[in-house]
Structure formats: C-alpha cells, structure tokens
C-alpha cells in the first residue's frame, strides 16, 4: 500500500511538472502576444499609422486624423504639441533638447495587455500625494549614445520614493528618448513602447505600455 501510494504521489509530481511546463510561454510566444496586442490597440483606438518617411517631410502627425508615426523598432508616437506654444513664438524659438538638460515630465502610462493604468504623474492619479511631484531626469547626448537616468533631488518624485525611478529603476525608456529628437522645450507626446524600448519590469515580463507624456519640460 505505502508503495502505490509512493508511485501516485510521484506520478502526481511528474504530471505537475509537465503541466507548469505546458504553462510558460517563451521569449518568442511573449513578443508575439506582445506584437497581438499592439495591433488590437492600434486598430481598436483607430490610430492611423503613417510611415517614417512620410513623417519626416514636416516631423508633424494630424492629431485630427490619430496619425502615429510607426518606427522599426515597434514604437509609435503622436505629436499632440511640438512645444510649449505659450511660451514661444514658433518651433525654431523653443529650446531643443540638448546634452545635460534636466527635464521634467508629467505622463501617464497604461499597461496594454491588461488595459490597467499602472502609473500617473499627473491628476488622473487618486493617489494625490504622486500629483505633486514630476519626473526629472538627466538626457545625455555624448554623440556616441544617448541615454537617460531618473534624478532623485528635493522636488523630483523619485527623491520621495515615487516617479518611474521609485516604480521600476533610474532608467529612462529608451522609447521616450526617441521622441526628443522631434521636439522642444513644453511639447507633449503620446507614444506606443514596446517592451524592448521600455524600462525594465517592461523589457522582463515582456509588457508594451502607451504613454500619454503631457509634458517634456527643460527645468
């Protein structure tokens, strides 16, 4: 009897296994089930996609007609605003972004697979305390890579344990670097990113996230 009752347990053991086995996707089924869901919310919010090069001709998308520029690394971005239009008379007044600069953002950001607004910096977060403090951080352009880093100063959400550096790592989505390059100073952008161009719980579970970014603020 202890012996059948060994093999049942053993055989029970076994099927778990093979069952936890059947149950995890790998690296290749997570980015197709990634790629699905960009589509379904691409196709869902009726984003017109537009190519690089017809973007390109003016570095304008038609809000009216939801265009997004579509990139070959997965993200799509919306220019809503190209720069502070209240501070500056024109395009070619506005501060571009430039090596060094610390920028202020205020954004949120919306889980697609789930559909769930997972952070906010504005005052769409009920957590009223994360409306108060932006994101900050440093852009660093050396002409050889550009990357970003979340800055923990007095005034910044990540010095009080908030902001996307208290949330995931100090890290900037590359995703959203891309953006400063067809910007300035005030602009406001909404962006698909992919989870390769994302921060780094995106880029370990596989997440994409939209990004509703009200702000790009030279500080």
Same mark, same amino acid.
């Given at each position: 009897m202890k012996k =059948? &009752?060994? =093999?049942?347990?053993? &055989? &029970?053991?076994?099927?778990?296994?093979?069952? /936890?086995? %059947?149950? !995890?996707? !790998?690296?290749a089924e997570m980015l197709e089930e990634e790629r699905d869901a960009v589509n379904d919310y691409i196709k869902k919010n009726g984003i017109k996609v537009i190519s690089v090069e017809d973007f390109e001709q003016d570095t304008i998308t038609d809000v009216s007609l939801n265009e997004y520029v579509g990139f070959s690394n997965g993200v799509y971005m919306q220019i809503v605003k190209r720069y502070n239009t209240e501070a500056y008379a024109s395009f070619d007044d506005a501060p571009a972004f430039e090596n060094n600069n610390l920028i202020l953002s205020r954004f949120v950001e919306? %889980?697609? =697979?789930s559909n769930d607004t997972t952070y906010a910096s504005n005052v769409l977060n009920p957590i009223q305390v994360l409306n108060l403090y932006p994101d900050g951080f440093r852009y660093t352009d050396n002409g050889y890579s550009i990357y970003g880093?979340?800055? /923990?100063?007095?005034? =910044?959400?990540? #010095? #009080?344990? #908030?902001?996307?550096g208290g949330m995931y790592d100090s890290s900037v989505p590359s995703g959203w670097l891309m953006a400063l390059q067809y910007i300035r100073d005030g602009a406001h952008v909404k962006m698909i990113v992919p989870s390769k161009s994302g921060h780094n !719980?995106?880029?370990?579970?596989?997440y994409p996230y939209f990004y509703d970014i009200?702000?790009? %603020?030279i500080y």
């Open positions: =059948l &009752l060994s =093999l049942f347990i053993a &055989l &029970l053991a076994i099927g778990g296994i093979f069952q /936890s086995c %059947d149950n !995890t996707k !790998t690296y919306v %889980d697609i =697979l880093v979340f800055v /923990s100063e007095p005034g =910044l959400a990540y #010095y #009080y344990g #908030y902001g996307m !719980t995106a880029q370990q579970y596989v009200r702000k790009f %603020d």
